[in-house]
């Protein structure tokens, strides 16, 4: 049964704050970063048209002028295992919305749910939330505001120089998990050529830019010793730069990409973002991996290596310097705490995969299934423990091959919630754009195309066999099978 849900703005914005108007454009440019590219996301003359349901009599909007704006709503089914995908996307971008909106406007910000008594149904009436949306179209007085820009806000951030760190960048406001706070083309890209035309390739990229970009690349970091230094690895001072801060055009690529404003975020053994190469943008992105807090600075992870010791020598090596992270200056009993769960997540990873990518013969995820799916369900705490909520990146590859085990057995039922679960994880750190994104939701729609369904058919299930009424710890015994 659908309900009705969404917020308000308490009282509305007025149109002849400064104070409010700053508040509203800053809104709406989080909510263009966010959603660049989405076909369900359209951005009209007047307003931002969300067209998640075919058959809405009403299609949530945000108007570019914030006066008009009393309510952002639509009804939602809020059973978490509906058949609808557009329902299931239009519950992420509406918690989506929500949190930008608290967070820029606060005390302002009023959820409601229709169905729930403690929520309500809203602080305006009906006829004049209308009469609201109905003005949307209609011209400003005295001269309509033009649209805000297009380009990715820098609201949600500045740059500043940190205590032994050099540059960075900091939060200007409370971001949401979720937020793509960046969106960024490479200044240039450089195949990975032998090291002795590294230097040559460079050279001639940056002779063809500007002068003020050519400066800003000399201004990146460079932690590869000059030529003339005692040094016994001799390192150009153009090919030091790019190999101090270039970032791969995706995973395993061979291209790798220069960021004048990325290449500045700091390292984290616990990042609060993750970072993408979106190949249908041709971008890197970056994503709030969980709440960051004004004031926070933003990190992202140079490096995978797991255990303290390794990841630390490997930072000094190829970065040049010693973590300080919060994680890396915390006691030895709590570091030795850390190493011991990396050293379980590793263990399960291997594990897990191992059994998953194997061969279609007769393997582990073959003959016990259950013990494969049940290490999924210990990776997912083990990372929560770890990683307190950042790791929304790995629990959805662990999601994933929760996915794999059921789809191989044959059960449509618990593949669907398990890659719904993947796709929602995915969708917070890369987006709804990214392609591994729009993988997952055409699984959703249809599990049965994956390579491995029906490899075996002993927990074979249909789509329409997930159970109703069950919730919580419940719902999570039926799913992991433990019930």
């Avoid at 460079?222 to 001799?234: C, D, E």
């Avoid at 700091?266 to 973002?273: R, V």
């Avoid at 754009?433 to 599990?447: A, C, F, Q, T, V």
């Avoid at 049965?448 to 066999?465: C, F, I, N, P, Q």
Wanted: aromatic share 10%.
């Amino acid at each position: 049964m659908k309900t009705t849900a969404g917020f308000d703005l308490v009282p509305k914005l007025s149109c002849t704050s400064p104070e409010d108007q700053k508040s509203w454009n800053t809104f709406i440019s989080q909510i263009r970063s966010q959603y660049p590219s989405n076909p369900n996301v359209q951005f009209k003359e007047n307003y931002i048209l969300f067209k998640h349901f075919e058959a809405e009599e009403h299609h949530p909007m945000l108007p570019y002028t914030g006066h008009k704006f009393l309510r952002f709503s639509s009804s939602i089914n809020p059973n978490p295992v509906d058949n609808n995908i557009l329902n299931n996307d239009f519950l992420s971008v509406l918690h989506t919305v929500c949190g930008i909106a608290k967070n820029i406007f606060g005390k302002k910000f009023r959820w409601w749910r229709d169905d729930l008594k403690e929520d309500g149904e809203g602080f305006y009436g009906w006829q004049e939330v209308w009469e609201s949306w109905a003005s949307y179209d209609m011209p400003n007085d005295p001269t309509p505001s033009p649209p805000p820009s297009v380009d990715p806000p820098n609201s949600l951030f500045k740059i500043q120089t940190i205590p032994s760190k050099g540059r960075g960048l900091i939060a200007t406001v409370n971001i949401p998990t979720g937020t793509r706070i960046l969106t960024e083309s490479p200044l240039f890209t450089i195949p990975s050529p032998p090291i002795p035309s590294l230097e040559t390739s460079i050279s001639k990229t940056l002779n063809s830019l500007s002068k003020e970009k050519q400066s800003a690349y000399h201004s990146l970091h460079n932690n590869y010793p000059p030529p003339s230094s005692a040094s016994k690895v001799k390192t150009p001072p153009l090919s030091g730069i790019f190999k101090t801060n270039a970032i791969p055009c995706g995973y395993n690529s061979s291209i790798a990409g220069i960021y004048l404003t990325i290449c500045l975020i700091n390292h984290s053994c616990i990042p609060n973002t993750y970072h993408n190469w979106n190949e249908n943008l041709e971008q890197e992105t970056i994503h709030a991996i969980r709440p960051i807090n004004a004031g926070e600075e933003i990190t992202i992870s140079y490096i995978s290596e797991s255990m303290s010791n390794p990841r630390r020598k490997r930072l000094q090596e190829y970065f040049g310097f010693d973590c300080q992270c919060q994680l890396c200056t915390s006691v030895p009993k709590q570091l030795e705490s850390s190493d011991e769960k990396r050293q379980r997540i590793l263990e399960l990873n291997e594990s897990i995969m191992s059994n998953v990518t194997a061969g279609y013969g007769t393997t582990t995820i073959d003959s016990n299934p259950i013990d494969c799916l049940r290490d999924c369900r210990r990776l997912i705490g083990l990372l929560g423990q770890e990683y307190d909520g950042s790791a929304v990146n790995f629990e959805g590859g662990a999601y994933y091959d929760a996915f794999r085990v059921c789809i191989r057995q044959g059960d449509q039922a618990r593949a669907k919630v398990m890659v719904g679960r993947a796709y929602e994880m995915r969708v917070l750190c890369e987006g709804e754009d990214s392609e591994s994104s729009r993988d997952l939701k055409r699984l959703i729609r249809n599990p049965t195309v994956h390579k491995m369904y029906g490899l075996s058919m002993a927990w074979r299930s249909e789509l329409g066999d997930v159970p109703e009424g069950l919730e919580g710890e419940e719902f999570e015994k039926w799913l992991w099978r433990e019930a």
